[in-house]
RNA sequence: GGGGGGAUACCAGAGUGGUCAAAUGGGGCAGACUGUAAAUCUGUUGGCGAAGCCUUCGGAGGUUCGAAUCCUCCUCCCCCCA
């Protein structure tokens, strides 16, 4: 199956110039996707692209990663509503400098003929002059045709800067350059670029009359309507500092079962005929929910390591599995660590607990679980409390009876939210 | 420059002198059901406490026994006319 074709079996594209497909099975060429270098690591966002790029490095053509190091300095005002902050010139590059090792675990840098290349687009802009940009750039497109994206046309009402309408030729030049210097014909992004990148093709073909193509994905949306990859807490980041392994395997692992069947196409590369029996399986025992376990545990052992990935399991089971609040007791201080690692903990003193405390005491203002009071007993009331695994149904004493390993208390705030209180 | 409308809790949006900590919907949180799903249903959604009290309706003052509600000024937003 070629590149456009498997995509396609994938639902990963929304948009594609015409020609693309044909160019792609006649010949290798280089292709690129930008990513804005707005935080130090890459969140579930992103990952679409990265899988674009694996696509087509799979299918033995050159990815390219364009850090926005320029762009980004700008400000990309496509479909937004307000201005961009501008990054500094020193963040942008401390988080280039995350992001590029998170793309390694993705893609190969070191083939021969095809490997992955991380650039950087304030390489080849720094030095360009106003002038020289204005004069050998901007001759060729028409602020006509600039103004005629659907992708400023919100900023048009309600006001834009000269600074962020000028992105558009930007991120045009950035394809311009690559195509030049890099044989780079496509670029691929998620279809909010699709306007970025047509201006960019249009540049090629107006400066040297080459001919270059586009790709976008559709976005990734949720079944529920709500936005993909955001949580009550925020992003699901790759990094493991920002977004515990735990965290992240739950993620995909709680996807209802229509992101999922969509997902596991998106973000696994299981082959076609797996994929299918995986879906069979799945319809007839949906509470296995074998697909939400496969893409989660893809995607874990792949930026996290099958390690964290075996540890991320044992925390599963004991946090979700039949185990008991004896079995909590049972754990030894080691595993108890590894299990929570990365939920929320909460240091006490040892003196407030010494001669019992009540339980919304402790919880609201010598560890700050919960914000108040009020919050904590309406919790209690309706029995979305635990303690230890216990059901706590009134405002118990606590005292160092509580304590696991003489050391910890685990809160647990309904199903799912886990506090670990560690007392000192 | 003239005229009009508006700003209410996370959001949307009722309320136009006391019965208003403020309808309703959405969202959030929890419970039930289940599969750690979806849908559904229930409860809850300013703070502290047992009753009750305290701080909230753009900001600052004022009228009144009593103001989200009336008056004055200020800030911001929208619309119409010039």
């Not at 299990?339 to 003193?349: I, L, Q, S």
């Not at 405002?395 to 000192?424: A, P, R, T």
Request: aromatic residues 10%; charged residues 25%.
């Amino acid at each position: 199956m070629g590149f456009v074709e498997t995509l396609r079996w994938r639902g990963m594209i929304q948009d594609i110039m015409p020609g693309t497909e044909e160019l792609l099975k006649k010949e290798k060429v280089a292709a690129y996707v930008g990513i804005d270098p707005t935080a130090d690591s890459l969140h579930i966002g992103h990952l679409v692209s990265i899988m674009l790029l694996k696509h087509l490095q799979l299918h033995g053509h050159k990815p390219l990663i364009v850090m926005g190091g320029a762009t980004s300095m700008i400000g990309d005002p496509s479909f937004k509503s307000d201005e961009r902050k501008l990054l500094t010139r020193e963040t942008i590059e401390y988080n280039s400098s995350c992001i590029k090792k998170q793309f390694s675990l993705f893609l190969d840098f070191d083939s021969s003929d095809n490997a992955a290349e991380l650039l950087n687009n304030y390489d080849w802009t720094k030095d360009y002059t106003f002038l020289n940009f204005i004069r050998d750039i901007g001759k060729h497109i028409s602020v006509n045709y600039m103004m005629a994206k659907d992708s400023v046309k919100k900023r048009l009402e309600t006001g834009i800067s000269f600074t962020e309408f000028s992105y558009q030729l930007l991120q045009a030049f950035d394809y311009l350059h690559l195509y030049q210097h890099k044989n780079c014909r496509l670029q691929m992004g998620g279809s909010d670029q699709w306007g970025n990148i047509t201006t960019g093709t249009e540049l090629i073909r107006r400066v040297c009359g080459g001919e270059a193509y586009a790709l976008t994905c559709p976005l990734i949306t949720k079944s529920d309507g709500g936005k993909f990859g955001k949580t009550e807490s925020g992003n699901i980041w790759l990094d493991s500092q920002k977004t515990s392994a735990y965290a992240f395997y739950q993620f995909w692992l709680n996807c209802s079962d229509e992101d999922a069947k969509k997902f596991i196409r998106i973000f696994t590369l299981l082959p076609q005929e797996e994929i299918i029996q995986l879906e069979k399986e799945h319809e007839q025992a949906p509470h296995l929910r074998i697909l939400q376990k496969t893409i989660a545990t893809e995607l874990t052992i792949c930026v996290h390591s099958l390690n964290t990935y075996n540890k991320v399991l044992e925390a599963t089971e004991i946090l979700f599995g039949k185990s008991t609040a004896d079995a909590l007791a049972n754990l030894s201080e080691e595993m108890f660590l590894s299990v929570f690692e990365g939920v929320p903990t909460f240091n006490v003193a040892r003196s407030a607990i010494e001669n019992t405390i009540n339980i919304v005491d402790l919880l609201v203002e010598k560890a700050n679980v919960f914000s108040s009071k009020g919050e904590l007993r309406r919790l209690i009331k309706e029995g979305g409390l635990f303690v230890n695994k216990n059901k706590v149904l009134e405002e118990i004493l606590v005292n160092q009876d509580y304590l696991l390993n003489n050391k910890y208390i685990l809160i647990q705030k309904g199903k799912k939210n886990y506090y670990v209180i560690i007392v000192s």
